[in-house]
């Protein structure tokens, strides 16, 4: 099963504004025409349930939004360029760089843009004023952003049936539900998580067969961490032992230990104890002994038969009650007064920077102001028209103000964007 897969995103660019005068016969001095450029398309996440896993991003590793068009003449705005929709199935987890989870897609056609496409530039209308009839800078497009993200898929269930490899859990689950996974008579039969639905007792939930855990999966040996982080999204846990074993309290323990070193959270889901295979002769005979051993852990144990399905009833009344248990005190945690919005978390995209900064870097005045780094680009500065509208501009936007308060002389470098000049 591919659940976890690493994929590069990049939002579009903005399109460029245009410098444009107006020309029409009969309308002299017609003045600036120049229409904004579109916008670049997002990044967009949506759940789909049609999907399972997320093998369709083995070979497309690559998704780009498109590209926002320029402006053009007669105040003409380009077209804003099309997201890019990325459906992964339900339950799967975005991460950035850092690890750090920036979106989480729970529901069918839920969508959550990761990243947005960069603004539009703006024409050279838009820098018309009393005093400049006919502007002849403009802004060039904002650049869309570009990031790696991991993809991992954790498997939405309500109930998780885990255990050692041949512990008959695959058997219990097709019992339980329409579900058919392989079913063979040695260790790892499955290897990854099947999915049923049960409708017992007027109760609707996702049951999930986790594969065999064995000791060191918490370290991901025998695909440990694979199958581990499938457990987590589960609200209650059938832990289905094979009452045949030599040990099975020691077999039960080892699997604990392996849940509690690899999440405090699983450690301390609720758990209903099942010793399977009570039709074979031998586990009768050791029922008593097995009750006798787990006293210290627990009195609470059921024995049932996979196959034939005996004390499986008594064993899914326990299940419908923990659960009923457990979606009460969920609702009990939403209307909980003490709860405030400030602990619940928001996933949105990072804020894009605003306003004007200026540091020195090796003498050098570094202007930090992306709208006007934009327009730099743009500048002819060849015009002595073009270079005194784009100072004025400097001045109304606070960059001179910061370049002054930051000590700069005339003669000193600056540096807007790619662009640099000695300051006079």
Sequence with gaps: MID???????????GNGAISGRHEKFVPR?????GDGGDGGDVIFRGDTNINTLIGFRYKKIFKAEN???????????KNGKSVYIDVPVGTQISNENNEIIADITEHNQEEIIIFGGQGGYGNVKYTSSTNQFPVIAQNGEQGIEMNVKLELKV?????????????????????????PKIANYPFTTLEPVLGILDYRDADMVIVDIPGLIEGAHEGVGLGHDFLRHIERCKVLIHLVDASEE???????????????FSNEIKNKPQIIVFNKIDLDEVQVLQNDIVENMKSITNDIYFISAISGEGISEMMDQVIMTFEKFKLAQRYEVNDTNISDENIPILQPLPKRRGVSVYIEEEVYVVDSPGVE???TRIDYEDWMARMQFYKHLKTTGVVKALEDAGIKSGDTVRIGEVEWDWD
């Design 156 to 180: 939405l269930a309500d109930v998780g049936i885990i255990g050692a490899p041949n512990a008959g859990k695959s058997s219990l689950i097709s019992f339980l539900t329409a579900a058919k």
């Design 30 to 34: 017609g003045g600036p025409d120049g």
């Design 247 to 261: 040990n099975p309290k020691k077999v039960f323990q080892n699997i604990n230990t392996e849940l509690e070193l």
């Design 68 to 78: 926002g068009s320029n402006g053009a003449s007669a105040k003409k705005h380009g």
């Design 374 to 376: 934009r327009i730099a």
């Design 4 to 14: 976890q897969v690493y994929i590069n995103i990049k939002s579009g660019n903005g």
